[in-house]
């Protein structure tokens, strides 16, 4: 029998997330599949599609905040002790409490550093209590594992600093590059600035609306701003519409799918991004893929995010005159856009998931890594000792 790799992702459903988690568990297979068992804890084995890995399906777990904590804290520790698993992998922040030789906890949501404001929280009150929630979640077994997993030096630095833990990995995500359709490299009339992103308080959207009045009241004409908000979005979506429907050059896209975000890409000049708060910003790294300039926040994951570019400006994201400067120049075509370089990341630090897997799974090398995998054979599930539990459903793949 082959030792154990347990990775969960029970609460893993939503596009950027399940990207991330159908990428990290398709390297851990091609890295150490011929040598370990890789176990997948899913809501559904049908999200995931790789192959090389046994499935063992919670399908209700993401039903309430009840049964997550049900399941991290009880059931995780029920089927530990029936897989025996050498490393168990959790993807989605929470410390579960299982019985493995080493842990490890894959910590995305950066919610718990942010320092919000009262009418932020008036605005999104939800917000806010699952800030104050989440802060407390992080706490509970956090040093049980062997190391705490991170996308970006920022976080590491907030986890040291708040929780006292020493053994952080800045684990970068491998992201794939976006099909964009074909790209218009022209200049756009009007000039185009695109934000996709859901109106939260944090998202700062008001920065980029602030502007836009700006340069409306300096007779400045000639320029879009798209945003993927309306006033049914939310309660702050709708705070928004309502303060600044009068402005002209503001187009109220409201949500989009996928498709039509990349559209977008091609068809903007510039992408606009003032977000607050950020684990990693994935419309940073696709928009990169369209080579057009970007205007981002001065803030510490904006600069790790994009890394080396060639056409980018960073700003204030208490200033809104700084922007309607920085916007105004974009639309002149005076604006002398930055080339930028990736600083170095001190270590531990994984440049990709390949990466990372060699520093949790001693068997690993670098060499072995750069070797193109064999055909991945199909995992055979021993049920006689896993779990029974009618909450579980099993598949092999």
Sequence with gaps: MKPRIVISGVNLVDLGPLAIFREALSSLVMSCGDRYEVIALVQRKAALGVVGVTYLEFPNVKGS???????????????????????????????????????????????????FS??????????????????????????????????????????????????VVVAHPTLMEPKLPELNHSQTNPYRFFYPAFPRTFKNHELILSAVKLLEDRGLRDFEVLLTVDAESNRCGADLVRRYS???????????SQPQVYESYGESSCLLFPSKLETWGLPLTEFKATGKP???????????????????????????????????????????????????????????????WELLVPEISAEESDVPPSPLTVNSTRTTDLPSSPAIRRFSA
């Design 65 to 115: 905040w009840l049964k997550r904590l049900q399941f991290e804290y009880f059931q995780s520790l029920e089927i530990s002790r029936s897989i025996r698993p050498d490393l168990w992998i959790a993807m989605h922040d929470i410390t579960p409490r299982v019985e493995c030789r080493q842990q490890f906890v894959y910590c995305h949501n950066p919610s718990p550093f942010y320092q």
């Design 118 to 167: 009262i009418r932020e929280t008036l605005l999104d009150p939800k917000f806010g209590m699952f800030t104050l929630f989440y802060r407390f979640l992080y706490g509970i077994f956090l040093h049980r594992n062997a190391a705490v997993l991170v996308q970006q030096e920022w976080i590491r630095k907030e986890f040291e600093e708040r929780y006292g833990v020493r053994n």
């Design 246 to 256: 009068t402005l002209r050059s503001v187009q109220w896209l409201g949500s989009l």
């Design 294 to 356: 970007i205007l981002a926040a001065d803030l510490p994951y904006a600069h790790e995010t994009i890394g080396t570019y060639g056409a980018v400006e960073f700003f204030n994201i208490d200033d809104p005159s700084q922007l309607a400067d920085l916007m105004a120049q974009a639309i002149k075509g005076t604006l002398q856009w930055r080339s930028v370089c990736a600083n170095p990341i001190p270590q531990p630090f994984a440049r990709d998931w390949l990466s990372l």
